[in-house]
């Protein structure tokens, strides 16, 4: 427990998983929302975990923290949980991070404190308070989840397709229903907002997300590969997006190589890297930004996912010249060939990267352009507030 005991009111924060280290882009907005919450409240933290967190992660999170409860969720509870969603309408992931024995401590928790206002991450966490009624409410829907199921369904075998379509459907009427459980809801961009299938949809907030400063600071580049790509690397989208650089990018660059950064690389990416001479995989990295550097080029050919790609504005922002997607730049909103150089098929790609590969003056210009657009625009603390006037419906 922080041993700041300043006068604050008190606010609980309710997440699905433990927001460090910050290798998911779920718990890197956690994590620094958080941080900038702790400068107006008293935050006591509620988090489930599929697995155990070490002290020194904990120490990272408590010390920003009034008070940090971490609820472990036992590998045959998650298997159970799993079962009874057949049984369910319920989306599934809802029953995986979902816990009576923690529903019980949240209520325990409220019992014990004061707290003027619940913030819950993700609608996944929203069973653990969403009928708590004598406290004001803000849901972070964070992405239209559904429609990320949706993307992904193609690009599934044949096999489990049929298990995407349900799970699609059943976000989708989720997301409707928990709407109408909380005071206020925030979501990452307008781009996610449309996607939400409730008729009061346009009461979602966007509230984007930020760049901590430390990716402003002057750092020598090294640029040892022509592209690179940074990401959580079990995460669906960015497989595919790895997948779509090997396939269709490199080829039209035989004598270019591409650096893959990103934890927990699944063995589809692992076989990649081993059969492509031309990728190098370093799985997770100490400091994010050293990888970025290493690239004349961010890749991020995202054609899957939704949300906002934080991997883009942390390129950017570190002067790394970005090739992306409508798909990745919408939620954004940089300006074509100003900011960053977007497009939808391989050979606009492709015609993108050479425009970059062979002006250096274009890339500094794209590149100096790019950390304007984000150190202007794209702030935890600006952001963040945005939450905190939500929260009270100021200046909104």
Avoid at 220 to 235: A, I, L, P, Q, W
Avoid at 240 to 265: C, E, K, N, W
Avoid at 341 to 357: D, F, T
Wanted: aromatic share 10%.
């Amino acid at each position: 427990m922080s041993s700041s005991k300043e006068n604050k009111p008190q606010i609980l924060v309710v997440l699905s998983r433990f927001p460090y280290p910050l290798e998911k882009g779920d718990k890197l907005r956690a994590y620094y929302q958080i941080q900038e919450l702790a400068k107006t409240y008293r935050v006591t933290l509620f988090a489930t975990s599929d697995k155990p967190v070490s002290n020194t992660d904990f120490e990272k999170v408590n010390d920003i923290c009034e008070e940090v409860i971490v609820h472990y969720l036992s590998r045959g509870k998650r298997f159970f949980s799993l079962l009874a969603g057949l049984l369910s309408d319920l989306p599934f992931q809802v029953h995986y991070f979902n816990s009576m024995s923690g529903r019980n401590k949240v209520r325990t928790t409220i019992l014990d404190n004061d707290f003027e206002h619940i913030y819950c991450q993700l609608i996944r966490s929203a069973e653990y308070v969403k009928n708590i009624h004598h406290i004001p409410k803000t849901i972070d829907y964070m992405d239209a989840f559904s429609a990320g199921v949706q993307r992904r369904i193609s690009k599934r075998p044949w096999y489990d397709r049929w298990l995407f379509k349900m799970e699609s459907k059943r976000l989708q009427k989720y997301e409707r229903k928990i709407f109408d459980f909380f005071e206020h809801h925030t979501i990452i961009s307008e781009q996610d907002r449309n996607l939400i299938a409730h008729p009061d949809k346009h009461k979602i907030v966007a509230v984007p997300n930020g760049i901590a400063p430390s990716f402003f600071e002057t750092l020598n580049r090294k640029e040892t590969h022509d592209f690179v790509f940074v990401g959580n690397m079990s995460y669906p989208p960015n497989i595919d997006a790895v997948t779509y650089i090997s396939d269709h990018i490199l080829p039209a660059f035989p004598m270019s190589t591409l650096l893959v950064s990103g934890a927990t690389p699944h063995p589809s990416v692992r076989k990649l890297a081993n059969s492509n001479p031309q990728i190098e995989l370093t799985g997770w990295v100490d400091d994010i930004r050293d990888s970025y550097l290493d690239g004349k080029i961010f890749l991020a050919p995202m054609t899957i996912g939704t949300g906002m790609q934080n991997k883009l504005l942390e390129a950017m922002a570190l002067k790394t010249p970005c090739v992306t997607t409508d798909l990745a730049n919408n939620a954004i909103g940089a300006s074509h060939n100003k900011h960053i150089l977007v497009g939808n098929s391989p050979e606009e790609i492709i015609a993108n990267i050479r425009i970059l590969l062979d002006s250096e003056q274009k890339r500094q210009q794209i590149a100096e352009a790019a950390q304007s657009f984000v150190q202007e625009k794209y702030s935890w603390e600006e952001t963040t507030n945005k939450l905190i006037r939500l929260m009270y419906q100021k200046g909104l």
